[in-house]
């Protein structure tokens, strides 16, 4: 499966050969009691009076310096030494910043602004989608889709949950405990009614369950298999899919042009990608193995 959103929970980075100025810096006017080192952001964090705050690179304050120590967040960690010499900037990215204002968490962006607001018990988990552009944040039960503008995308009162895995071109999401499909932009393109939505195939067919029963559907949400089929196995690189039937004998059906590329007459098919992005199928009779490309035409 591939993963649509890159992601951890925000706190569990270690940057490495980072270190941070023990000693009170002047910067402006502004008398700081550290400075967490830059590491590839136009901006850090700064302590002034046991107080956190961001700074830019030419040490102006970019926020007021209101929220908790840094040292308050590892209250209880583990595995780590947080002397002056040894402070990692675990909660800085490039274009946004986790902070703590009062024990809750909130998510500021590189200018100091605001994104999400500090109200979240728990940390705050930020996940990017390169291939979408998109950033998803959980903070606490609630699921935000920003764009790397971090502005909002779609309507977080039509979904709980947004499931950040990739199925190539759509998202999947949660509403009532049952999931649908989303378009990048926000838009939702099936209404929440299956069990699960597990896997993409090529042209944009997808592998749900309804109601116990595996089924295939295209974006529109139509049924793609014969329900005289018993789905078994698929790939995002082809549009034909390993099937048993009612005699619970195996065969490859092209879903897409609705026929039958290899007959059902087989103990079992197992799919064999190559290297050209094409797919192979390896199928079992009688304890004999032979191999077909994807047009049904035997070629081992």
């Known amino acids: 499966m591939n993963y649509a959103f890159k992601g951890r929970e925000e706190g569990e980075k270690n940057v490495k050969n980072t270190k941070t100025n023990s000693k009170k810096q002047t910067v402006q006017g502004f008398k700081y009691d550290k400075i967490v080192s830059f590491y590839e952001t136009d901006y850090t964090v700064a302590l002034l009076n046991g107080k956190a705050g961001l700074i830019d690179l030419d040490g102006n304050p970019l926020t ?36 703590r204002l009062n024990s809750k968490w909130g998510l500021l962006n590189n200018k100091g602004e605001i994104i999400i607001d500090f109200q979240c018990k728990r940390k705050i988990s930020v996940y990017e989608s390169d291939e979408f552009s998109l950033r998803l944040v959980h903070a606490d039960k609630m699921d935000v889709l920003f764009n790397k503008d971090w502005n ?20 999947v999401y949660e509403k009532d405990n049952l999931y649908g499909l989303m378009d990048p932009a926000g838009k939702i393109i099936i209404k929440a009614k299956y069990d699960e939505i597990s896997y993409e195939i090529k042209d944009q067919m997808f592998v749900v369950k309804d109601k116990n029963e595996i089924k295939i559907i295209n974006i529109k949400g139509k049924a793609m298999l014969d329900s005289t089929f018993i789905y078994r196995y698929s790939s995002d690189l082809s549009t034909c899919i390993v099937a048993e039937d009612k005699n619970n004998k195996w065969g490859v059906i092209d879903i897409k042009n609705k026929k039958i590329v290899i007959e059902f007459i087989y103990d079992n098919i197992k799919l064999c990608p190559s ?11 009688d304890g004999k193995q032979a191999l077909f490309n994807e047009d049904g035409v035997r070629v081992a």
């Open 152 to 171: 909002k995308v779609g309507n977080e009162k039509e979904y709980d949950a947004i499931i950040p895995y990739q199925l190539n071109t759509v998202l």
């Open 275 to 285: 290297k050209n992005l094409c797919i192979n199928f390896v199928t079992m009779l």
């Open 64 to 99: 007021e310096f209101i929220y908790d120590d840094l040292t308050d967040y590892f209250i209880g960690a583990q595995d780590y030494d947080f002397d002056d010499e040894k402070l990692d900037s675990w909660f800085i990215e490039k274009d946004y910043c986790l902070m």
